[in-house]
């Protein structure tokens, strides 16, 4: 299982490190969109975060993806809200039970407490990757994500848990979500490489579909012992060749990945998520740990290529999506 609270820590925890080293210029520049317009700051992006976590959102209404004000705020206050959503969510979520997690009020619209946590959650992950994408315009390194999962979210058996994230409709969401970032972008619209501020370019949206797949690819492997290969090319990672593969090949390459996780997922039992191999660059987590790396890497990849998208001229896609009958927070049988 994945506790709520370590859920939220971690990704509060991921977000702050993306922050680093960000100047106020950095953090309130707002990038051009190709056919005009711009996209919000890293700024207004914190300050939209805070408004998640925190009890009353209404204070950041402004900083709401449909109907709020552009503007960014300024690095200290966006800086000092976040931090304040932190300490709030540290307050509540802790000893928040499955009665109260399990409770639905009027105002998350049919989900459950619990599932405005995963929501909030998976969320923070999307602009991680969003604001990743910026930071690389501006001329700053990737950050490599995820980070130090295991001093925050490791998976725990189950057994006498009293909350509950089903490990099979987390992959499956992330993987639907993913595929929903590729929409009505054309073959040469995802083989762009775009320029960053200090001299390099980023990579295409193709090639993170081919690192996000092979990701997956590797889960496979991790659950069933054996090694799937999909065509020529199947390492997209540090130091690979950053030449862009077409669209075709890597729709292909993730439509494989997926019906290859069909394979193993059904029967991903406690004892098989608590289990560990003797081989990958993680070979120290158990494979549930190493399962929810790759849902949450999966979700900054979404975030980054939806801040592509808007530089090439798509209008921002609104991520999480539709959660319930797909993704909730049900307490442990």
């Not at 210029?25 to 005009?36: H, I, L, N, Q």
């Not at 407490?113 to 994408?133: K, Q, S």
């Not at 990945?257 to 158990?286: I, M």
Request: net charge negative; aromatic share 10%.
């Amino acid at each position: 299982m994945y506790p709520p609270i370590e859920l939220a820590r971690f990704a509060l925890a991921e977000f702050n490190r993306n922050l680093e080293g960000l100047s106020e210029d950095d953090a309130s520049v707002r990038m051009k969109k190709a056919g005009g317009g711009e996209m919000n700051a890293i700024t207004w992006a914190m300050a939209h975060i805070a408004g998640h976590w925190l009890s009353r959102p209404e204070r950041l209404e402004n900083f709401n993806f449909r109907s709020g004000d552009p503007t960014p705020p300024a690095l200290a206050d966006a800086r000092a809200w976040l931090d304040e959503a932190g300490l709030f969510t540290e307050r509540w979520l802790p000893d928040a039970d499955a009665e109260l997690l399990g409770s639905k009020p009027d105002f998350l619209g049919g989900e459950s407490i619990g599932t405005g946590v995963m929501r909030a959650t998976l969320h923070t992950w999307f602009h991680c990757g969003e604001i990743n994408a910026i930071r690389q315009l501006l001329g700053h390194p990737e950050i490599p994500f995820l980070g130090d999962i295991t001093e925050y979210l490791e998976w725990r058996d189950a057994a006498g848990q009293a909350d509950s994230y089903r490990p099979a409709e987390l992959v499956r969401f992330a993987i639907s979500e993913f595929e929903r970032g590729l929409k009505g972008l054309t073959g040469e619209e995802a083989i762009a490489r775009l320029d960053k501020a200090d001299g390099t370019q980023t990579n295409s949206i193709t090639w993170t579909t081919g690192h996000v797949s092979t990701g997956w690819l590797f889960v496979h492997a991790l659950m069933t012992g054996e090694r799937a290969q999909i065509g020529e090319r199947v390492f997209f990672g540090p130091g690979a060749d950053p030449t862009p593969p077409s669209l075709e090949e890597m729709r292909t390459m993730f439509a494989k990945a997926k019906a290859l996780t069909e394979e193993w997922l059904p029967d991903a039992t406690d004892e098989l998520l608590s289990s560990k191999r003797d081989f990958g660059p993680q070979a120290s987590e158990n494979l549930g740990t190493q399962l929810v790396r790759a849902v949450l890497h999966t979700w900054f990849h979404t975030g980054e290529i939806n801040a592509m998208r808007q530089t090439l001229g798509h209008p921002e896609i609104s991520f999480v999506g539709r959660m319930v009958g797909r993704l909730e927070y049900r307490g442990a049988a």
